[in-house]
């Protein structure tokens, strides 16, 4: 199988089997997914989940976050991971969407990643999910998924390596939804340990298991 039919088996395979793929962050609005992807970061979905929901009924938009104390905030997001930086985070996002964006979020990913706790990653979450941008934010599941599968050469050793080799083959449109997929493909099934490769759908087009090859992850 070459590279473009693997991506239209995948593409095909995804389409088919998981039309929906959303985050499993609870979000009500841009503000919301914003701060919720910020606290995500080395902590799961489900962690961030349980914080919010008590984070978002205090400060429910920007301009609560701006007017509010490190030790007032820190409380609310402190069984989370990183809880000193996040909530510099934080504020500092709060102030900087009040002072600089008329609380609003930005659209563009270098507009996004001028924020305080936003790098790449989340940037292109957030132009993806909310702006409906071409962009794929590449974490630890996407990455490892994208390598063992074949959609990226084994040369692409760095997030954003793989970020740019993935845009050569998936069409735009599909970008936003590919994403999820990626995400959640590498949560349930192509697990970081141990792949659940006998249940999983990808076995014709995925380069790991038809070599039967642990390099993959080695490398
Ligand atoms: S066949 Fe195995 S390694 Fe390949 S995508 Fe599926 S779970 Fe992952």
């Given amino acids: 199988m070459n590279q473009k039919e693997r991506y239209q088996f995948l593409v095909h395979y995804f389409t088919a089997n998981h039309p929906v793929a959303e985050t499993e962050l609870r979000y009500q609005n841009p503000f919301q997914l914003l701060v919720a992807v910020v606290l995500s970061a080395q902590c799961t979905d489900k962690r961030v989940n349980i914080v919010t929901q ?15 104390t490190f030790d007032e905030l820190f409380p609310y997001i402190q069984s989370i991971s990183y809880p000193n930086n996040k909530t510099r985070h934080l504020l500092g996002l709060g102030k900087m969407l009040v002072e600089i964006y008329n609380c609003e979020i930005p659209e563009t990913v270098d507009e996004l990643q001028k924020l305080p706790g936003v790098g790449r990653k989340t940037a ?12 794929m934010a ?33 069409p735009k449109e599909i ?23 006998l249940e999983c759908g990808l076995q014709p087009c995925c380069q790991f298991f038809q070599t039967g090859s642990q390099m993959l992850d080695e490398n």
């Fill in 138 to 170: 590449v974490d630890t599941h996407v990455f490892r998924v994208s390598r063992r599968i074949g959609l990226v050469d084994q040369k692409a050793k760095t997030p954003l390596a793989v970020e740019l080799q993935l845009y050569q083959f998936l």
């Fill in 124 to 135: 292109n979450v957030i132009a993806s999910v909310i702006y409906n941008q071409p962009t």
């Fill in 54 to 68: 008590s984070l978002f009924e205090k400060f429910p938009d920007p301009k609560a976050l701006a007017a509010t």
């Fill in 175 to 197: 970008i936003p939804k590919a994403h999820h997929w990626l995400i959640l493909h590498g949560r349930y099934v192509c697990i970081a340990r141990k792949p659940k490769c």
